[in-house]
């Protein structure tokens, strides 16, 4: 079987091009890969177009690469938090721009692009200011959206444990956005706790096989981390 | 009215504990539900684990269990509203794709939302109050309210400034169509339907004065509770 690479944070985002569409794992905290985000900010790419959840709170992690002023478009399905004030005064200062996408339809629009499909309808948001300048078309009598995949030019995700193939499990709650992101980028890059020899990982337990993976970067313990 | 219609102008209105623990006695035992974020969240204090109600969260989590103790907290175990919590028992985690598609899918049996309004043909708006300088933020409320089999609405019934929020059309940006069936509030709770909305039992107030504070035509509906309640 093919092996991954096995990088460092800094390395393994080094050619991250200005223009890139970045897929973010995570949902809050969890999930997020941390340790990722600050070698992009340290690499410095600009104008980047980031699909993730969130857009980011407190100031680490994605709040950190939008305060550095290397994003200039967001598609999240919630970027308003208590502690969203970076992305808050970069939208209000219309230095960013913002897509809402329903929750659901970010998933799926994804999913659609790891797994090939053109376009799909959808009827979450029929109806709504969402659905707004979109086809729509009544199927069983149910309005239906027409919705486009999303595809990445990178990925970087967060896994508790791979092994040298890139097969991937995670852990609780922090799974989330990962396994689809990991199959809509051309590249995908995964900080991990830990990683094992080849088939240290129960074939029945890979959540994300290694087909999608390219580049797993060992950060340690990551998990537990004390949260406000 | 009929005789059986839950009429009970004699107390206050619905305290929030109050009203989240009779939003509780309505599930059916054996129903998989999500709690949205806001007041529907506290249902989950006052549901029975013997009745066997699996709780959903849509950041991938079946077997939801209680806010985390201080000593139990774990940032890769949070709720949707990004709040830790616990495991139960036969718990299970799937990534988001999967877990919207079991809500778009029609596999949940019920959703509660909190609203901003809601209209008398049950058309919810929950996600944005369309003020001009607001930061729009939906996540997965739409996908809940076009795919749970039924969505409850928990809410004050009047807006601060003594406004119903049960109204003839929503002024709101709406959330999704025609997709309430229940809206439980501190003075009242009400059905929606085909026939319109029907108020099932009231608090702190009497029918009669509920009529007049709000614009839409009630009609009393029996007092139905579910066999567990």
Known sequence: MRSVSVSTPDDAVAEVENGSTVLVGGFGPAGQPFELLDALCRQGARELTIVSNNAGSGDSGLAALLAAGQVGRVICSFPRQADSWVFDRLYRAGRVELEVVPQGTLAERLRAAGAGIGAFYCPTGAGTLLARGKESRVIDGRDHVLEFPIHGDVALIKAARADTVGNLVYRKTARNFAPVMAAAARRTVVQVGSLGEVGSIDPEAVVTPGIYVDCVVPVGDQAQRVIA | ???????????????????????????????????????????????????????????????????????????????????????????????????????????????????????????LANWHKGEPDAIPAVGGAMDLAVGAREVFVMMSLFTASGESKIVPRCTCPLTGRRCVTRVYTDFAVFHIGPGGVAVRETYGITLGALESRLDVDLTPVPLMKPAAG
């Open chain 2, 1 to 123: 009215m009929t005789a059986d219609f839950g009429e009970r102008p004699e107390r206050g209105p619905l305290n929030r504990q109050e009203l989240a623990r009779l939003v509780a006695s309505d599930i059916s035992p054996g129903s998989y539900v999500n709690l949205g974020i806001g007041r529907p969240t506290a249902v989950a204090e006052y549901l029975d684990v013997e009745d066997g109600i699996t709780i959903h969260t849509e950041n991938g989590m079946l077997g939801m269990g209680r806010i985390a103790d201080e000593h139990e907290r774990d940032e890769d175990l949070i709720n949707a509203g990004k709040v830790p919590v616990t495991e139960h028992p036969g718990a299970s985690y799937f990534h988001h794709a999967d877990s919207f598609a079991m809500i778009r899918g029609g596999h949940l049996d019920l959703c509660v939302l909190g609203a901003y309004q809601v209209s008398r043909c049950g058309d």
